[in-house]
C-alpha cells in the first residue's frame, strides 16, 4: 500500500505503508510533517486531521460518531472530505491520496 501526503504548499511524499497501521502512524513512522497526532491516535486531539482525495472519500470506511464530532474541533476548519488520519486502516491494495491542512493546533 502507498500513501500520497500533500502538505499545503503542494509539496507530495509518498510513503509504503504497513497493512494495519493507521494513516497517522504511517505519517509520524516516516517523518511526514503536516500531521501532529498529540493524542496518539485515541480520537482526543483533532490533530491528525487530513483531507482526503475527493473521489476517494466513499472508498473508506465510514467514520464513527466521535470522529465525526471531533472533526468540529480541527484547526483549520473541516470540509466534506476530512477525516482523522488516525482513525484511517492502511488495507493492503491502498493507494490513498490525503492533503495535510496548514496547521493542526
Ligand atoms: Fe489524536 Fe487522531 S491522533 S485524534
Redesign the pocket.
Known sequence: PTIHYTDDTGTTVDVTAKPGD?V?ETAVRNGVTG???????????????VFIQEDQVEDLPPMSEM?DE?LYGTAVDREDCSR????IKVTEDMDLHVTTPETQV
Request: glycine share 8%.
Open positions: 493507521s497517522m500531521i501532529v497526532a498529540e493524542c496518539g491516535g485515541s480520537l482526543s486531539c483533532a490533530t491528525c486531521h470522529e471531533m482523522l488520519s488516525c482513525q
